[in-house]
């Protein structure tokens, strides 16, 4: 009997054509928002996890505390590190690959008449080792040139193109300020972090020669340490927390005046946030999905009205209530489900497209196709039902006679 | 049949109809007996609001008495749930009505398989029985044709092949000649007598035409709900 109602829904159905099409617009529009959000969303998520990863997973990045509140309410910034805190972690924290103390410094770098505004990195090789950044051509710095503080650089990318363009930079001297360095080494290309920010667009040298010559001081601003695979980064955390607290000579109720942070909390707040973001839009899209059932029981309560002859016809042959009930609730869900069909066909072809146009993988999600499925047909049964029950109950004696 | 005594098919005892309530009150029907053997050939007259459709409607199990009692081959409808009424009709009763009813854009064998589809009949026995029925009323050469293409009198001979295909105690006629000319309203009564005649059918029919009357075998005048005269036809009253 299911089937025969279904075949017979189908038949009302396709009677007319256009007015069904109209009717499932709503559905249709519905899913392919929801399909479309969730699956574009869903690419952002894996791109922004993709692209944190590329800066190193398995990183601490420790950095001394800023805008605290001194006294007056005076803005402060806590002290800087030293060389020496870098190495008494490395020394005493068991777990690590390595520990790049860094400073940095921003200046106009110059060759010839090419001249480019960029980031200046000072730094060791450990750096290179925790950013898991390999060279594209040259060499690193050698442990003479780390120590003595030596004028000698490496180029990201971007200050290569800027400063020589398609011409080989090694030996070649550019000048930083008003020194003068020698570039032993070029870097491989990392593209846009997951900030925005191009990461390829930084001149590493020495973390001594930036100290000496160009910030003239011995600070050293952040320290990025890279945790040995399989070793639990928050015990590590723990670690370098207590020895720099030790080393600052912090008293117990103090608070911290630097922070670690780990590398993956990030990746989980700008995940969170594409998340956030995702559910958001999907709910507006959701919204137009209650819309098109609106307009299924509309469009159902019309047909009732004027079918009211047939029913009546019906109910005098003999059909129960619940099978004239069964029948419009199976029409009206036959049309949800084949309108949520439709909205998945349309949603994933726009978020195909989207994907491509935005730069973002398309991530298929069979759990929202089947959750959007199984969404339109309940639409379709509750929006369905009001119209069905009336049909139901009509009184077969008016109803015959109905014009 | 050993004594020439049938049991009556439909038996009203005292069968009221009231609308609204208190001085509004109105008896459409006040107080009818009356019974209706198997077999016979029944017409029922009377003017407008005389209380004869009020009357087919409650033989039909479409409606309930106010008072009185109905027995429908002994079974109590007033006693009887609106689904079992519905059940009643499945399979007991047969209806042809004046706007004959059909579902449009529904072929004609398609419309008169409908009470089968009903009572679960499978769809090859349906399709067969379907054809037989219209092959009856002779237009097995339009079972295809939806019933727009189909002219008021093929109409109503699809909408009587759709009451007798389940073949049913009673075929309910409700002004069935009422929508048609008087050569094709002559075809039907001849046809519905000829199906009475042949096959032993009950037909009850509500007419305010003398002549489609005159094709019954008995005649109910009815006014202002009561029944004014009740004679076999070829008696004078």
Same mark, same amino acid.
């Given at each position: 009997?299911?089937?025969?109602?279904?075949?017979?829904?189908?038949?009302?159905?396709?009677?007319?054509?256009?007015?069904?099409?109209?009717?499932?617009?709503?559905?249709?529009?519905?899913?392919?928002?929801?399909?479309?959000?969730?699956?574009?969303?869903?690419?952002?998520?894996? %791109?922004?996890?993709?692209?944190?990863?590329?800066?190193?997973?398995?990183?601490?990045?420790?950095?001394?505390?800023?805008?605290?509140?001194?006294?007056?309410?005076?803005?402060?910034?806590?002290?800087?590190?030293?060389?020496?805190?870098?190495?008494?972690?490395?020394?005493?924290?068991?777990?690590?690959?390595?520990?790049?103390?860094?400073?940095?410094?921003?200046?106009?770098?110059? @060759?010839?008449?090419?001249?480019?505004?960029?980031?200046?990195?000072?730094?060791?090789?450990?750096?290179?080792?925790?950013?898991?950044?390999?060279?594209?051509?040259?060499?690193?710095?050698?442990?003479?040139?780390?120590?003595?503080?030596?004028?000698?650089?490496?180029?990201?990318?971007?200050?290569?193109?800027?400063?020589?363009?398609?011409?080989?930079?090694?030996?070649?001297?550019?000048?930083?300020?008003?020194?003068?360095?020698?570039?032993?080494?070029?870097?491989?290309?990392? /593209?846009?972090?997951?900030?925005?920010?191009?990461?390829?667009?930084?001149?590493?040298?020495?973390?001594?020669?930036?100290?000496?010559? #160009?910030?003239?001081?011995?600070?050293?601003?952040?320290?990025?340490?890279?945790?040995?695979?399989?070793?639990?980064?928050?015990?590590?955390?723990?670690?370098?927390?207590?020895?720099?607290?030790?080393?600052?000579?912090?008293?117990?109720?103090?608070?911290?005046?630097?922070?670690?942070?780990?590398?993956?909390?990030?990746?989980?707040?700008?995940?969170?946030?594409?998340?956030?973001?995702?559910?958001?839009?999907?709910?507006?899209?959701?919204?137009?999905?209650?819309?098109?059932?609106?307009?299924?029981?509309?469009?159902?309560?019309?047909?009732?009205?004027?079918?009211?002859?047939?029913? /009546?016809?019906?109910?005098?042959?003999?059909?129960?209530?619940?099978?004239?009930?069964?029948?419009?609730?199976?029409?009206?869900?036959?049309?949800?489900?084949?309108?949520?069909?439709?909205?998945?066909?349309?949603?994933?072809?726009?978020?195909?497209?989207?994907?491509?146009? #935005?730069?973002?993988?398309?991530?298929?999600?069979?759990?929202?196709?089947?959750?959007?499925?199984?969404?339109?047909?309940?639409?379709?049964?509750?929006?369905?039902?009001?119209?069905?029950?009336?049909?139901?109950?009509?009184?077969?004696?008016?109803?015959?006679?109905?014009? | 049949?050993?004594?020439?005594?049938?049991?009556?098919?439909?038996?009203? @005892? %005292?069968?009221?109809?009231?609308?609204?309530?208190?001085?509004?009150?109105?008896?459409?029907?006040?107080?009818?007996?009356?019974?209706?053997?198997?077999?016979?050939?029944?017409?029922?007259?009377?003017?407008?609001?005389?209380?004869?459709?009020?009357?087919?409607?409650?033989?039909?199990?479409?409606?309930?008495?106010?008072?009185?009692?109905?027995?429908?081959?002994?079974?109590?409808?007033?006693?009887?749930?609106?689904?079992?009424?519905?059940?009643?009709?499945?399979?007991?009763?047969?209806?042809?009505?004046?706007?004959?009813?059909?579902?449009?854009?529904?072929?004609?064998?398609?419309?008169?398989?409908?009470?089968?589809?009903?009572?679960?009949?499978?769809?090859?026995?349906? @399709?067969?029985?379907?054809?037989?029925?219209?092959?009856?009323?002779?237009?097995?050469?339009?079972?295809?044709?939806?019933?727009?293409?189909?002219?008021?009198?093929?109409?109503?001979?699809?909408?009587?092949?759709?009451?007798?295909?389940?073949?049913?105690?009673?075929?309910?006629?409700?002004?069935?000649? /009422?929508?048609?000319?008087?050569?094709?309203?002559?075809?039907?009564?001849?046809?519905?007598?000829?199906?009475?005649?042949?096959?032993? #059918?009950?037909?009850?029919?509500?007419?305010?035409?003398?002549?489609?009357?005159?094709?019954?075998?008995?005649? #109910?005048?009815?006014?202002?709900?009561?029944?004014?005269?009740?004679?076999?036809?070829?008696?004078?009253?």
């Amino acid at each position: 009997m299911l089937w025969e109602t279904f075949l017979l829904a189908q038949r009302t159905i396709r009677r007319n054509v256009l007015r069904s099409s109209l009717t499932i617009l709503g559905i249709v529009i519905g899913v392919a928002a929801v399909i479309t959000m969730v699956t574009l969303g869903s690419g952002a998520t894996a %791109k922004v996890t993709s692209d944190i990863a590329s800066l190193g997973t398995n990183t601490l990045h420790v950095r001394p505390g800023q805008g605290m509140r001194g006294p007056g309410g005076a803005r402060t910034s806590a002290d800087a590190f030293t060389v020496e805190d870098a190495e008494a972690i490395r020394n005493n924290v068991a777990g690590l690959v390595a520990v790049a103390p860094t400073a940095s410094a921003s200046s106009q770098a110059i @060759h010839g008449s090419a001249n480019w505004s960029t980031a200046i990195t000072g730094t060791t090789n450990a750096f290179f080792q925790v950013k898991d950044w390999a060279l594209a051509r040259g060499r690193l710095f050698s442990e003479g040139e780390t120590k003595a503080g030596k004028s000698v650089c490496l180029l990201g990318q971007t200050v290569r193109k800027e400063l020589f363009g398609e011409a080989s930079p090694l030996g070649q001297t550019i000048r930083l300020g008003k020194i003068s360095f020698k570039v032993i080494g070029t870097l491989q290309e990392k /593209g846009q972090s997951g900030f925005g920010t191009d990461q390829d667009d930084l001149v590493v040298i020495p973390l001594r020669t930036l100290q000496r010559r #160009i910030n003239g001081n011995t600070d050293v601003q952040s320290m990025l340490v890279a945790v040995g695979d399989g070793v639990a980064t928050t015990a590590v955390q723990g670690h370098i927390e207590d020895l720099m607290r030790e080393r600052r000579k912090i008293r117990s109720d103090q608070d911290d005046d630097f922070h670690v942070r780990d590398m993956k909390e990030i990746i989980d707040t700008l995940t969170g946030t594409t998340t956030v973001l995702t559910a958001l839009l999907s709910a507006v899209a959701g919204v137009s999905l209650l819309v098109g059932g609106i307009g299924i029981m509309n469009i159902m309560l019309v047909s009732v009205t004027e079918r009211t002859r047939e029913i /009546g016809t019906r109910l005098a042959i003999g059909a129960l209530e619940r099978e004239v009930l069964m029948q419009f609730l199976v029409e009206s869900v036959v049309l949800s489900t084949f309108g949520g069909m439709i909205g998945i066909a349309l949603g994933l072809c726009a978020a195909g497209l989207g994907s491509y146009f #935005i730069g973002v993988p398309f991530v298929f999600k069979p759990g929202i196709v089947a959750a959007s499925f199984l969404f339109s047909a309940m639409v379709g049964m509750v929006f369905g039902y009001v119209p069905a029950r009336k049909a139901a109950r009509l009184n077969p004696i008016e109803a015959l006679r109905y014009e | 049949m050993t004594s020439g005594f049938t049991p009556p098919l439909i038996e009203f @005892h %005292k069968v009221a109809k009231v609308y609204g309530q208190g001085t509004a009150a109105m008896r459409a029907l006040d107080g009818v007996d009356l019974s209706v053997r198997a077999g016979e050939f029944v017409a029922m007259m009377g003017p407008s609001g005389s209380g004869k459709s009020t009357c087919l409607n409650i033989l039909g199990c479409l409606d309930t008495p106010s008072e009185g009692s109905y027995h429908f081959e002994d079974v109590p409808v007033e006693r009887l749930s609106r689904d079992q009424r519905a059940l009643l009709r499945r399979h007991f009763i047969g209806f042809i009505f004046q706007g004959f009813n059909l579902l449009n854009r529904t072929s004609a064998l398609e419309n008169v398989e409908l009470p089968l589809i009903y009572r679960k009949v499978p769809a090859r026995v349906r @399709h067969e029985k379907a054809l037989e029925a219209l092959t009856a009323v002779g237009l097995a050469n339009w079972a295809h044709h939806a019933p727009g293409e189909l002219s008021g009198g093929q109409q109503q001979r699809v909408a009587i092949a759709r009451a007798l295909v389940g073949q049913p105690r009673v075929l309910l006629a409700d002004e069935p000649t /009422g929508n048609l000319d008087s050569v094709r309203s002559r075809e039907i009564a001849a046809m519905l007598r000829e199906f009475n005649r042949q096959k032993g #059918i009950t037909i009850v029919m509500v007419t305010h035409e003398p002549e489609m009357a005159a094709y019954a075998d008995r005649q #109910i005048h009815f006014q202002d709900g009561t029944i004014t005269m009740d004679k076999q036809n070829g008696e004078t009253p």
